[in-house]
Every structure is written in structure tokens, then in C-alpha cells.
């Protein structure tokens, strides 16, 4: 039998809180050094090898549809693993689902950041429900008579996976279905319809062709009503106590983010109740979509810091050529980039999350035009840090053993949910034309401008705001790359040690990677053509 050498150890038990300077020094940035014991003693909680091996048979073991019980009786039931059950009683005992909705106070939504940042780490298909029913209580708000039935459960911390009337439960998850088959993003072309009942309820048929975390027990749903399209909360079960007519038809075999269940439904007639104004469903379900996108952020932001951990650890003990892979000088290049990017992205993260706990000028405007911005640049790095920090733990690296393919595998989705990057990109000019004082407060959270590194870029950004071809569309993910290189520097040069910060500024301003970035005065259309398959 060889020896086993030169491996290292794995990276277990440990604190994702205590041992992550970045997120540590965010959380006290940000207004939220109240939470320290709570987060500390999260962080404990997750980086144990136990919640460790849960993440991983959550995403063995996937979920389970049964559609129909041995007589052929309908069921529509998810079964999951037990590991995901876990996995979510984990996450709501630590209030990840609804704390600054249910204890608000200054800091909350930061706090709340700071634990999933950490959740996202371990396992992030769990994070789904857990980022859904957070977005869903300002909308739920909108309703005062749901909001008053559905609110006590959704900030009860006692997870209770039966799947039963809600009224019986000791706490609830929200999810949401607003995606068709025949568009995502264009969501005026739902065809989903809803008819009054005739009680002040309505009826639903049509369907959903992504409806995440089918066993939540209500969604927010979008369909046509006789006034427009409206937005509806579709509990699982009507309030006789019957299944809703809620068909799941299939579950998506996805690509990664495999313990989570997405499925494909049909509405036969499903009860369901009215939230906000009747023909305003978009703005009403836009507030869940806020929060989301949010999340979006976080969780990507998760998953490179996770990957980052993994291989600063794995090369602090490998050995190549006589030394440790960190000391080779090139590999230490490659880390010290990789961790540049994971630091910007919590940084941003974390004072994004700041803008929801405040109600200032200025936390609305990076609440309306930052959000959309941080979630299209750093979800769209994280599949270039995940697969890059693979590597660095060679062949391991790209075993399932390692987590790293369930990392990688991972990074994509968060990009293409809850508005793709061209949406958020568009979303982001749309917000600037709209939002009094855009410009003016995000030159303000630039800082003063006159840090040397800064500057010239600064300028041009500038130049580019008042620019009159500002909303050309073809250039909006150039605009929105150097905003957020702009937010991030800015935080880095204010925040960071100064090593980080010359990083940043020397290897980003001058250019990041993202397709969709080629200048003006080409013919883009005839590039494309040409890669048609056909013609
Ligand atoms: C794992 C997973 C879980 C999901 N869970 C849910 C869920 O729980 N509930 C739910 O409602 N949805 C869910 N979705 C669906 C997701 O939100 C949509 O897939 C997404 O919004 C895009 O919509 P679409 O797929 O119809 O793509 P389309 O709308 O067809 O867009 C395709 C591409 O075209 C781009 N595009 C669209 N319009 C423009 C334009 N004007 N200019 C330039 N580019 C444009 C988009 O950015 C995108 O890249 C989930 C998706 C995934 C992958």
C-alpha cells in the first residue's frame, strides 16, 4: 500500500466567520458589529465537518419527484434528502429567511448578509427558499390581511418540513413563479390567467416553467387578471385544508445548485389571493426581486470566497518543485488575484446590504442602480474565480470529493436568475435616467476622486454618465463594469490594506473580463451573423 504524502489536511472543522478577515471587518463597516457572537457561533456551526458533510449528500442524494401516490391519487410532493432538511433548519434557526423583518434593527440586513454569505459556502441550494422568502415580506406587505395570516410563520425560526395546510405549521417558506415557457424576462407576455372567484380570490390556470423550491408552502405568482397583469400569493394548500391544483410536472435536471428542486408546473384552477394593486403585479413583485438580486450577490459573492479559502489552503500545504505551492511566485500571483476579486466582491456585497438597512438619499440610490450592477459584474467573475481556483488544486481539484465542481457548477446560476446580465445591465441605465441624484450621490460614494489610482478612471466614468449616447444599449455592460470597478475600488482604497487595494486598482481599472464588452463603430450584427450555423 503507498503512503499517502504531501496531501493536506482538509479544511474542517473551521469558523467561516473568525477565520474570514474580509467579511469581519465588513460586518463592523457596515454597522453590524452587534451580531458578532451570533455570526461567530454560525460560522462554528457551518465549518464543522457534520454541516460540511450535509452539503455534500444534500447534493448526492438529489431531490425526488412524486407526482402521483400508488392509487394515482395526485400528490405533487418534492421528496428531499434529509441532509437538506438539516441543511434548512440550520439556516432558519439562524433567521437567514426573515430576521430584519422580524427584529429590525440598525445593521439587521447586514447581519443577515454576513450569515448567508456563510451559509452560501457550505451549501447553496438551500440558500434558494432561504433568499426567496426573505424577498417575499416586503411584498407580502402590500396585502395587510396576508401579510397579518402569513408573517407570524415566515419569521418563526422552527423549521418544520411537513407538508401540510400552513395554518398547521409551526413556520412557512415563500417561493416564487413568474418565468414561462414562452418568456422569463419579458414577463408582460405571461399568459397565465387569473379569474375572480367571485369571494375577492381568484383562480389560476396556466403555468410556470421555473418554480424553484416547489415544496414552499405559498408562492408569489404573476398572471393576466381581468385588470392586467397582477400579482397573487398561491398557497400549497387552499384553506379548506385540500391540496391547492398545483401540478408539478417535472423537476429540471440542472447543471449545478442540484438539492434544490425547479420545477415545471401547471395551475388548474389553483386558489389564490390578490397582493398589491390588481394590474400592477410587475412593481409589486419587483420589491421581492430587489431582495433577490441581493442574494444574487451574496451567494456568488459566497461561492468565490469559498473557493478562495479552499485553494489558499490547499497550496499553503502542497509541495512542487521543493516548495510550497504558495511561495512559488507565480501561484502566489495567481492567489493573491483570485483573493483580490473575492475581497471586492464581498466588500461590495456587504455595503450594498448596508443600503437596505438604511432609508437615506443615498441607500436608495445604490439600493435602485448598484443592485442590479453588483449582481450582473459579480456573478458574471464568479465562474472565471471558481474554475481558476480549481485549478490551483490541481487534479484533486476537479474531483467531487473536493468541493470544487459543486462550486463551479454553481457559479453560473446566479447570473442567469432573477434578470440575466443584460437585463440587470438595462435595468441599471434605467435606474440612472430615473432616480433623482443618481449621478450625484454615486460620485459621492466614490470618495473625493483624487486618489491617483483612481482618478483618470473616475473621470471617465464621469464623462460616460453625462455622455448623450449614455442609454446606448450595445454599451451597457461597458458602463455598468466601470461603475462597479469604480464602487469597488473606492471601497478598497477606503477600507482595505493598501496591498489590496494597488492590486485592485493596477489589474482591474484598466480593464475586466466579461463578453459582451466590444466598442462602438463595429459591425457587431455582421460578426454574429457569421457564427450562425445556418443562414
Ligand atoms: C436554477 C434556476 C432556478 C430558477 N428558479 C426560478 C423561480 O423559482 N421562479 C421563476 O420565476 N423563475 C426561475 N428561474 C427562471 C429565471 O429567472 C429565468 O430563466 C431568467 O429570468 C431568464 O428568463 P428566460 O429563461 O425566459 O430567458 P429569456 O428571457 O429568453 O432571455 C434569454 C437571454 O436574452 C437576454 N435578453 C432578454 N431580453 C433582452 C434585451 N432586451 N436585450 C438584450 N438581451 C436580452 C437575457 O439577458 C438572457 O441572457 C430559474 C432559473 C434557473 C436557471
Known amino acids: 500500500m503507498f503512503e499517502v504524502q504531501n496531501q493536506p489536511p482538509p479544511l474542517e472543522p473551521y469558523n467561516l466567520f473568525s477565520t474570514d478577515a474580509v467579511l469581519r471587518e465588513a460586518v463592523r463597516r457596515e454597522g453590524a458589529r452587534w451580531a458578532e457572537p451570533g455570526l461567530t ?124 395546510p400552513a395554518h398547521l405549521k409551526a413556520s412557512a417558506l415563500v417561493g416564487m413563479g413568474m418565468t414561462e415557457n414562452q418568456g422569463g424576462s419579458d414577463l408582460r407576455t405571461n399568459t397565465t390567467k387569473a379569474e375572480p372567484s367571485g369571494d375577492g380570490t381568484f383562480r389560476l390556470h396556466g403555468h410556470k416553467w421555473f418554480m424553484s423550491a416547489p415544496m414552499c408552502d405559498a408562492f408569489l405568482v404573476l398572471a393576466q387578471s381581468p385588470k392586467g397583469l397582477s400579482c397573487f400569493l398561491m398557497p400549497r394548500w387552499t384553506p379548506d385544508g385540500e391540496r391547492n391544483a398545483v401540478q408539478i410536472l417535472r423537476l429540471k435536471d440542472k447543471l449545478g445548485n442540484r438539492s434544490n428542486a ?40 459566497a461561492l468565490m470566497r469559498q473557493a478562495v479559502a479552499q485553494a489558499v489552503h490547499h497550496a499553503r500545504y502542497r509541495t512542487a518543485f521543493q516548495k510550497k505551492l504558495i511561495d512559488q511566485p507565480l501561484m502566489t500571483n495567481v492567489l493573491a488575484d483570485l483573493a483580490v476579486e473575492s475581497e471586492a466582491a464581498t466588500a461590495l456585497t456587504m455595503r450594498l ?27 458574471k467573475r464568479t465562474p472565471f474565480v471558481t474554475y481558476e481556483a480549481m485549478e490551483v488544486l490541481g487534479g484533486s481539484g476537479y474531483i467531487e470529493e473536493s468541493i470544487m465542481p459543486r462550486l463551479y457548477r454553481e457559479a453560473p446560476v446566479n447570473s442567469i436568475w432573477e434578470g440575466s446580465g443584460n437585463i440587470m445591465c438595462l435595468d441599471v441605465l434605467r435606474a440612472i435616467e430615473r432616480t433623482p441624484n ?98
Not at 408546473?265 to 433577490?292: D, K, S, W
Open 353 to 379: 446590504a448596508r443600503a437596505y438597512d438604511d432609508n437615506d438619499e443615498t441607500a436608495q440610490v445604490i439600493r435602485r442602480v448598484v443592485t442590479p450592477a453588483a449582481k450582473f459584474w459579480i456573478c
Open 438 to 535: 443618481a449621478v450625484d450621490v454615486i460620485r459621492r460614494e466614490l470618495g473625493d476622486g483624487k486618489d491617483t489610482r483612481l482618478k483618470g478612471f473616475v473621470d471617465r466614468l464621469n464623462k460616460q454618465f453625462v455622455a448623450r449616447d449614455r442609454n446606448d444599449e450595445s454599451q451597457a455592460r461597458v458602463l455598468v463594469r466601470e461603475l462597479v470597478l469604480a464602487l469597488q475600488a473606492a471601497l478598497l482604497i477606503g477600507h482595505a490594506p493598501p496591498a489590496v487595494a494597488d492590486a485592485f486598482c493596477a489589474s482591474r481599472l484598466d480593464g475586466g473580463s466579461a463578453f459582451g464588452l466590444l466598442p462602438r463603430g463595429i459591425d457587431l450584427r455582421a460578426i454574429a451573423d457569421r457564427a450562425a450555423p445556418a443562414n
Open 262 to 301: 425547479s420545477s415545471e408546473v401547471e395551475f388548474h384552477g389553483a386558489y389564490a389571493q390578490l397582493v398589491g394593486e390588481e394590474g400592477r403585479g410587475i412593481p409589486t413583485i419587483i420589491e421581492m426581486g430587489n431582495y433577490t438580486r441581493l442574494d444574487c450577490c451574496i451567494g456568488s459573492s
Open 41 to 164: 457561533a454560525l460560522g462554528a456551526t457551518l465549518g464543522e465537518p457534520e454541516t460540511i458533510r450535509l452539503g455534500f449528500d444534500a447534493n448526492r442524494y438529489m431531490p425526488q419527484l412524486r407526482t402521483l401516490d400508488r392509487y394515482g391519487h395526485r400528490l405533487d410532493e418534492v421528496e428531499f434528502h434529509p441532509a437538506w432538511h438539516e441543511l434548512l433548519a440550520i439556516a432558519l434557526k439562524a433567521g437567514l429567511h426573515s430576521s430584519p423583518w422580524a427584529e429590525p434593527k440598525s445593521g439587521a440586513h447586514v447581519a443577515r448578509a454576513a450569515g448567508t454569505f456563510m451559509l452560501g459556502q457550505i451549501e447553496s441550494g438551500v440558500y434558494c427558499p432561504v433568499a426567496m422568502t426573505y424577498g417575499s415580506v416586503p411584498t407580502l406587505r402590500q396585502a395587510p390581511a396576508i401579510a397579518k395570516e402569513w408573517l407570524p410563520r415566515i419569521f418563526s425560526r422552527d423549521y418544520d418540513r411537513s407538508f401540510r
